[in-house]
């Protein structure tokens, strides 16, 4: 079966940098759709990005994590890995990703519907 498994948060000081890593597996990593995702105490579930195979592995990002966020992926390691620089204090929250497997779309969207197999979560504290 299709499992998916975060890794990677902790805490961390304003200005400073993570790197969490999503592993999937039970598919292989051709037709598919990886999505970030983040919620913060007391807030919605917030997509902040995603990248698929239809693409060329291509990133999509909320506006709001731009320039900051930045998604990629091993597929030989089944690994797709979302890089977080200059975090603020805002940035804490729970960190999950998810797939979509099969996916045949154009442009991946990262929001919570489209997707069906979701990791456990992993926390990112911003805190000085």
């Known amino acids: 079966q299709v499992q998916v498994v975060e890794s990677g948060g902790g805490l961390v000081q304003p200005g400073g940098s993570l790197r969490l890593s999503c592993v999937v597996s039970g598919f292989t990593m051709d037709y598919y759709a990886i999505g970030w995702f983040r919620q913060a105490p007391g807030n919605l579930r917030e997509g902040v990005g995603c990248?698929?195979?239809?693409?060329?592995?291509?990133?999509h990002y909320a506006d709001s994590v731009k320039g900051r966020f930045t998604i990629s992926g091993d597929i030989a390691k089944n690994t797709v890995y979302l890089q977080i620089d200059s975090l603020k204090p805002e940035d804490t929250a729970v960190y999950s990703c998810?797939?979509?497997?099969?996916?045949?779309?154009?442009?991946?969207?990262?929001?919570?519907?489209?997707?069906?197999?979701w990791g456990q979560g992993t926390q990112v504290t911003v805190s000085s």
């Open positions: 998810a797939a979509r497997y099969p996916w045949y779309g154009d442009t991946c969207i990262a929001e919570v519907h489209e997707y069906d197999y």
């Open positions: 990248i698929s195979s239809r693409d060329d592995r291509f990133a």
